[in-house]
């Protein structure tokens, strides 16, 4: 850890990856997702591209904001603040969704818009505490252990939700009876671990009143990427990540749609799935967390590129649910070590007096790959008669552009530019 960091600090940066964990595992791949796609939009032929175009239109929000909004955090040192109004924000809009009954697709997809943004913005500003609590050669094993309690959070979470599902539908209750409860569940829990955050995290950033403050969000987009120019492996990670973020991007999103549409999963079948999943991502984080210290983060995450790639072709070739049950079980490992390793190695080649706006860049990035991914993806479904073996089986292209694209980062060079010895 950094001078002055109290473990508790860390615990309480950890407790945030917990909190919202359980957002992305309940809403977007595990219960709202298939609920909308079955019995919200009825199993309509667009319904899986409504579906990613909705997601797609939040990180469009978050892609052209969150640079504006870290570079403000930056300039204030108020990093903690605002993580603690996007918060609030994501925990109300989350709770909003047990409105959404059958049929109500306007609904679903404004609420979802909404959740789905001020999530992002969460993720993003919990993200750029991190080179603030580890020192460089303990970052992979801090970001690994932040992204293990997440899934260890988003188990709880979904955990619950599936108790309380495999008891609703005994009672003879129907999706759009049990769903609603789900989403008071998530939210629930996302408030109750995120008041541990905001109770031990503190703020280290020091104001930066005199820093040149842009004319509009637009500006300060491009004002950031030209100044990012001058980190070439930052900006060629970023790249990368465009490129392999949006295949994990699939998987967050699709998942469930694909388990129960191709496979034949139950609801309740589908919700078992993820929790291994997220019992396999946590393992996959903390391993590769200590790995990608002693190996080297390049290393380390291509690997896990390599472990996606193996992934989506398995899913598409098989119609087996036991041979799907280990493609999970491998998507998972791939998914904690791969979302780990990104953020520590972009944590190493980011200047340290500018953690939430260039955050704020990589949230960008990963949001661009957001749409990319699931959108290509219900493009392809929508363009084949739904066809998801093709659209799975193309999405191990984008795993395959990340690894080209990561070749030529050079982590040690990019790290002693960011810390200004080069």
Avoid at 76 to 101: E, I, N, R, Y
Avoid at 135 to 143: A, D, F, H, N, Y
Avoid at 154 to 163: E, V
Wanted: proline residues 3%.
């Amino acid at each position: 850890l950094n001078p002055g960091v109290k473990r508790r600090e860390v615990f309480g940066w950890a407790m945030y990856d917990f909190a919202n964990s359980g957002y992305t595992t309940v809403v977007i791949t595990a219960v709202f997702a298939a609920y909308f796609v079955g019995a919200v939009a009825d199993k309509a032929d667009w319904a899986t591209l409504a579906w990613t175009s909705a997601l797609s239109l939040s990180y469009a929000i978050v892609m052209f904001t969150m640079p504006a909004m870290g570079a403000w955090a930056d300039r204030h040192a108020a990093k903690k603040k605002l993580l603690m109004l996007v918060t609030v924000a994501c925990v109300v809009s989350t709770a909003a969704l047990s409105w959404v009954g059958p049929g109500q697709v306007t609904l679903a997809i404004i609420c979802i818009v909404i959740s789905n943004t001020f999530y992002s913005y969460g993720e993003s500003l919990t993200a750029s505490f991190l080179p603030e609590l580890a020192k460089p050669e303990g970052m992979g094993r801090i970001s690994g252990w932040g992204w293990a309690w997440g899934y260890l959070g988003g188990m709880l979470s979904l955990g619950i939700c599936l108790a309380y599902v495999l008891w609703a539908q005994a009672q003879g209750q129907t999706a759009g009876q049990f769903v609603p409860v789900t989403m008071w569940v998530t939210a629930g829990i996302y408030a109750l671990a995120a008041t541990l955050t905001f109770v031990f995290l503190k703020e280290h950033a020091q104001p930066q009143l005199n820093r040149a403050r842009a004319a509009s969000q637009w500006q300060q987009l491009r004002q950031t990427f030209q100044e990012a120019k001058a980190y070439k492996d930052f900006m060629q990670l970023m790249a990368c990540a465009v490129a392999y973020q949006g295949g994990v991007a699939v998987a967050i999103t699709l998942a469930a749609i694909y388990a129960e549409q191709v496979i034949g999963f139950q609801p309740q079948e589908t919700m078992m799935l993820i929790f291994v999943l997220n019992i396999a991502a946590l393992v996959g984080a903390l391993v590769f967390g200590y790995a990608q210290d002693k190996i080297g983060h390049k290393l380390a995450l291509s690997l896990t590129l390599l472990g996606w790639s193996i992934t989506c072709i398995m899913a598409a070739l098989t119609s087996s649910k036991e041979v799907f049950w280990w493609a999970a079980a491998l998507a998972g490992v791939c998914m904690g070590s791969s979302q780990s390793t990104g953020r520590a190695m972009a944590g190493m080649l980011i200047p340290a007096n500018r953690l939430a706006e260039f955050f704020g860049l990589w949230t960008f990035a990963i949001r661009l790959a957001s749409i990319v991914g699931p959108l290509g993806y219900g493009l392809i479904t929508w363009l084949t008669d739904g066809n998801q073996r093709l659209a799975i089986a193309s999405t191990t292209l984008l795993f395959v552009v990340g690894w080209l694209l990561l070749l030529p980062v050079n982590v040690q060079r990019g790290q002693r530019q960011a810390s200004g010895l080069s």
